[in-house]
């Protein structure tokens, strides 16, 4: 499928989560499985989501020391994941313990700044200077110590360019959709257009009456970018 939409598979229930990857799955690159899933019905969910014939992105955000994140990315091996991330806050060491127990064939993308944190947000925990430069400090971290990609806010984009490496960009939401929770969002077109690899969409496609259709509706919009 020559898409590049993600859909996060955010819901609660094991069953519409499968009848939601089912319909999905010939529409988008990839479904992601994030905490709420991950947490309620375990790796089985994983491996079920796989066995549809999808491209899994799981969304665990890995920040720990590094032997117990090294050891849940081995785990995380095992299930047959296209992407995993981690907080390039955990650090350079932690970033590559994570890298050294994947195979080639499972990326690693390293979190800089959540979606949900604007600048005040962001000074409160401690960064200093402006939400982007925080996004640069992590993400040259990350990318140097053996992470394939980044995930940042699409305003972060244009501040990370010539870093290299692959950007999921979240808080995408098609024209006209709210932005829910999140804090710094863009259309699709537009964060393709600032250098976008994929985009994670969620509430607006899975609420939708017809999802695969929402989807192939933000494919088209990526297209026409």
Not at 45 to 58: D, H, K, N, P, T
Not at 72 to 91: I, N
């Amino acid at each position: 499928m020559n898409s590049k939409l993600i859909v996060a598979l955010d819901v609660p229930e094991r069953d519409r989560t499968l009848a939601l990857a089912r319909s999905l799955v010939s529409e988008v690159a990839m479904l992601k499985i994030g905490l709420e899933g991950f947490v309620a019905h375990g790796p089985e969910l994983v491996r079920a989501v796989v066995g549809e014939g999808a491209s899994v992105f799981l969304d665990l955000k890995l920040h720990d020391i590094p032997r117990t994140a090294a050891a849940a990315a081995r785990a995380a091996a095992g299930l047959g994941v296209s992407l995993l991330t981690v907080h390039a806050a955990g650090g350079a060491e932690m970033v590559r313990a994570v890298r050294d127990e994947l195979p080639a064939t499972t990326k690693v993308i390293a979190v800089t700044m959540l979606t949900s944190l604007d600048a005040a947000a962001a000074a409160a925990i401690g960064y200093s200077g402006s939400v982007a430069d925080a996004a640069r400090r992590l993400g040259a971290l990350a990318l140097a110590s053996g992470a394939d990609g980044l995930v940042t806010s699409s305003h972060e984009l244009a501040a990370l360019r010539d870093l290299g490496g692959l950007r999921v960009v979240p808080g995408i939401r098609p024209s006209g959709a709210g932005v829910g929770d999140q804090k710094r969002v863009a259309t699709p077109a537009e964060a393709v257009r600032a250098g976008a690899s994929y985009l994670v969409v969620g509430r607006p496609i899975l609420e939708a009456p017809d999802p695969a259709a929402a989807a192939r509706a933000v494919n088209r919009e990526v297209a026409s970018a």
